[in-house]
């Protein structure tokens, strides 16, 4: 058995964080990946040059059943503190839109970063490590075994191992299984970021697969309701693109997806249009401001197609009205296959904000997407992970001290 100061469950981004954090802190860290090689998301995000933070991360970007957990350790580690590590380690970044910051070269090269923050003589990452049980003693030790005898003891253990979108790059439940091992409450996991399908009349629009257009979407009620101004695609299943994965972490079946095309009109637009241009068309108009496909499959379904001078003002508010607030019943997701993050995960109401321990569980501890935490597309679930790996390291270190 080997004797450490804490075990860190998974090697991905909150847990290769945590780790060297830990470690330069002077614990002994045991970090376990089940994965041949650490940070297998990391490498794939953000077109392989890992959108690592994003510029305006703030508790308003992130989902939760507590709205309010996500501030004491963003507040802590900041978007400036991980940018001030990847250039100490010279990594070349840009911004591209929205504050979304991503490496010139490869996400390689944050994985490279991580590990080399992890001090050789205190952090031991071991892969292929396929995880038999968990347990915990009546003293409050930790003791990890593997399928293959080794085990691993300690007085803490930190729950690492994200959640279970992308299944094909080794993402599980195992968080919440553990969690629930030890009495902690799970949050229903559903698939975030991630496109939706339509079906019945709305499945006309997937002829359009492959059509992108500037949009402003919205999902959600009460509380919940948000919107975003970003691109919209059409999909052979329905909608993707960024504005619809922003949204799909609000939806809720059952709901309905309101959709804005030419959100920069001016109000009133077709009436004017109507007022300076009598003979034109509305598909002509459309067709100016949209990709073809898209035109005309807007004007077809709003079915105005006499010139606008004969058109009455009523119907073209009408059409305003409908252009502005497209209504779509996507029938669910493409699943957690094809979702970004997981929303849901282990409550907060277990966890401590500032620690990340379980109050139930001491020496339990739980971060980055296996909390229920969940942040908007471009780099704040990377700023998540970060902050909230920084937040028990130090709470690591506090707790040996």
């Given at each position: ?9 998974g090697?991905g ?6 780790a060297?954090?830990a470690g ?6 045991a ?11 990391i ?33 802590r ?10 250039e100490r380690h ?5 911004e591209?839109t929205?504050?979304?910051?991503f ?7 944050i994985?490279?970063?991580?590990l080399?923050?992890?001090p ?7 892969c ?14 930790f ?35 553990l ?19 339509l079906?019945?009349e709305?499945a ?6 492959g ?5 402003l979407?919205?999902?959600?009620a ?7 101004a970003?691109?919209?695609l059409?999909?052979?299943?329905g ?14 079946h ?8 030419l959100?920069?009109?001016?109000t009133?637009?077709?009436?004017a249009a109507?007022?300076?241009r009598?003979?034109?068309?509305l ?5 100016e ?5 898209l035109?005309?499959a807007?004007?077809?379904r ?12 009523k ?22 296959a094809k ?5 849901g995960?282990?409550a907060?109401?277990e966890?401590s904000s500032?620690t ?15 909390v ?7 780099g ?12 028990c ?6 707790a040996?001290?």
């Open positions: 058995m080997i004797e450490t100061d804490v075990i860190i469950l090697a981004a909150a847990g290769l964080f945590a060297g954090q330069q802190r002077g614990l002994r860290v970090l376990l990946e089940k994965a041949d090689t650490p940070g297998k998301k490498l794939i995000s953000g077109g392989g040059r890992c959108n690592f933070t994003n510029l305006g991360a703030g508790p308003a970007n992130f989902l939760s059943a507590n709205p309010h957990f996500a501030k004491s350790a963003l507040a580690y900041t978007a400036a503190d991980f940018i001030a590590l990847v010279g990594i070349a970044w840009h591209k929205l504050g979304q910051l490496c010139d070269g490869s996400a390689k090269q994985v490279a970063m991580l080399d923050e992890c050789a003589d205190r952090v031991t990452l071991t292929g490590v396929d995880i038999a049980s968990v347990a915990r003693a009546d003293d409050g030790t003791t990890v075994s593997a399928d293959d005898g080794r085990s691993w003891h300690a007085p803490a253990l930190v729950i690492a191992t994200g959640g279970p979108s992308i299944p094909k790059m080794g993402a599980s439940d195992f968080a919440y299984r969690a629930r091992q030890f009495g902690l409450k799970v949050v229903e996991p559903r698939p975030a970021l991630v496109p939706l399908t079906g019945g709305d006309l629009f997937r002829e359009l697969s059509v992108a257009a500037p949009v979407a919205r999902a959600g009460g509380k919940r309701k948000a919107e975003f970003e691109a919209a059409f999909t052979h299943k909608l993707s693109g960024p504005a619809i994965l922003q949204v799909s972490s609000y939806w809720r059952g709901e309905e997806v309101g959709v804005t095309f959100p920069e009109a001016a009133d637009w077709l009436l109507k007022r300076d009598p003979r034109t068309h598909r002509t108009l459309l067709r401001a949209l990709p073809a496909r035109a005309d807007l004007a077809d709003l079915g105005l197609e006499r010139e606008l001078g004969n058109v009455s003002d119907d073209l508010r009408a059409a305003q009205a409908r252009l502005g607030d497209w209504r779509f019943a996507p029938n669910g997701t493409e699943g957690l979702a970004e993050v997981t929303a995960g282990i907060t109401t966890l500032r990340m321990e379980a109050g139930k569980v001491p020496g339990l501890y739980a971060i980055g997407e296996a229920d935490v969940t942040g908007w597309l471009g704040y679930n990377f700023q998540w992970a970060w902050a909230s790996g920084y937040a390291a130090e709470a690591l270190a506090a040996r001290s």
